[in-house]
């Protein structure tokens, strides 16, 4: 017997999650997270007495963003900075409010007060700490505040560019591989990437791409029919920017579906606003292992204590922390920077995991490097570095071909029976592989030891 949906306070049949009846700005819905709490009795002293133990247990708040919702939010305090819903609730998303934080550049300036559709600016104040408010070029802010080549379609470019909509078989389910699939459950980001491979589908309400607990109703009732689906990536949007009991509900249906053995978060949220991560949240988490959760992560930048808390209340909570990055021009295409971004993930208990090349999106031609400029970074940590620092070098094939490894080749070539191997110094070496054909096409290095 299917279990019915929770109750959504007033949210109501058609509307995108988390809309009521309050007005919202134009194009971008407001986070599903922000709907009001249900009435609750009066405290008991036992809750009392937990609540004030949780005080002891606050979120800490760097110099950075003291400094910062001081000068911009005066008024504001300690508990409503770190409040994820008043951060939501005041995240930067138009060209005024851009203009009242940020010294813009006239590029930046006219590509906001142009901009319509879908990937709306949008920034939490926090995310806000860790830019530059005076220099266009800084990394974070590149990634976020748009520009005029936004609006340069570059040939290969493409809304869809991994072809997702065509292996949707519910809307926001996505089955490509054999035993697992990507199910897309919010629209919403906290923050929006200028890179966005789904900029198609977030922050645009009233666009083709709709997201609504009917919807997963769906959704969950195709991967009941399929029993070969053992692994659920749960993406968006962020699903962490879904509230506690919204998200508990989904997992736990996700969990009576007996053949589905692990569940995935992909989210971006402890990197952009830390603060989410609640002992509330990390309580419903727990209840749903073996879970795992990729985190999106960009740059040294982002490293605060902040962001260091968030992760660690993850880690103690058993779930396994995986990292996945995108390769940006002139943002971390250097190794000078990538080794520092992956050894501070290994510190925070965050395995890197993939490193990917930027997809095709259109108006991305800013933002891609070569693919050589990647082969190039793993080169600089392979051997260079732990091997756990390490990620995955991957290109998802344009047209839904799927994550394609690619990595720099340590095969020489052969001499006899020899395989000839090239280690991270450059130098070769011998292997004995006498019933090997791997090498015999390339030619014969000069040396080897």
């Known amino acids: 017997m299917t279990a019915q949906p929770i109750a959504m306070g007033s949210q109501k049949q058609g509307r995108p999650e988390g809309e009521t009846n309050k007005a919202v700005r134009p194009q971008e819905e407001e986070p599903p997270s922000t709907l009001p709490p249900p009435p609750h009795a009066a405290p008991t002293a036992a809750a009392i007495a937990l609540a004030s133990t949780r005080k002891v247990n606050r979120f800490p708040v760097s110099r950075e963003a003291r400094e910062f919702y001081r000068r911009f939010y005066p008024g504001s305090t300690p508990d409503e900075w770190n409040d994820w819903r008043w951060q939501s609730r005041h995240r930067i998303r138009t060209l005024a409010e851009l ?19 879908s990937l709306p600016v949008g920034i939490t104040p926090y995310y806000a700490t860790r830019m530059s408010l005076t220099d266009p070029m800084e990394p974070l802010r590149r990634t976020h505040v748009m520009v005029g080549a936004e609006n340069i379609r570059l040939p290969g470019e493409d809304d ?43 922050g645009n309400p009233g666009g083709e791409y709709q997201f609504s607990t009917g919807q997963w109703e769906k959704a969950l009732a195709y991967l009941e029919q399929h029993t070969e689906v053992r692994d659920v990536l749960l993406s968006g949007g962020d699903p962490l920017s879904i509230g506690d009991e919204k998200l508990d509900w989904l997992l736990t249906r996700l969990r009576r579906i007996k053949h589905i053995e692990f569940l995935r978060i992909g989210t971006k949220i402890p990197s952009v606003l830390p603060m989410r991560i609640t002992r509330d949240l990390v309580r419903v988490l727990k209840k749903h292992h073996p879970l795992w959760m990729s985190i999106h992560v960009t740059h040294p930048s982002e490293f605060s204590p902040e962001m260091s808390e968030g992760l ?81 070098f991957v290109v998802d094939a344009p047209g839904g071909g799927g994550k394609i490894l690619l990595a720099p080749d340590a095969v020489a070539g052969r001499d006899g029976d020899d395989l000839l191997l090239r280690n991270f110094e450059g130098r070769i070496y011998r292997y004995p592989d006498p019933e090997g054909s791997l090498g015999r096409r390339l030619a014969l290095p000069l040396a080897a030891e």
């Open 160 to 202: 869809d560019p991994l072809g997702e909509d065509h292996d949707t078989k519910v809307p926001g389910l996505v089955h490509r591989y054999p035993d697992r699939v990507l199910f897309l459950t919010t629209g919403f980001c906290s923050t929006y990437c200028r890179y966005c491979t789904r900029s198609r589908v977030v």
């Open 99 to 117: 203009e009242r934080i940020f010294v813009l550049s006239e590029d930046e300036r006219s590509a906001a007060a142009s901009h319509k559709g």
């Open 312 to 392: 660690s209340r993850l880690a103690d909570a058993g779930i396994p922390l995986g990292s996945q990055t995108v390769l940006l021009k002139d943002i971390n295409d250097d190794i000078a920077i990538m080794r520092p971004l992956m050894q501070g993930l290994l510190k925070r208990r965050v395995k890197p995991y993939y490193l990917y090349q930027c997809d095709p999106i259109k108006g991305s031609g800013h933002f891609r490097t070569s693919v050589d400029k990647g082969l190039e970074i793993i080169a600089g940590l392979r051997g260079h570095t732990t091997g756990y620092a390490c990620p995955m």
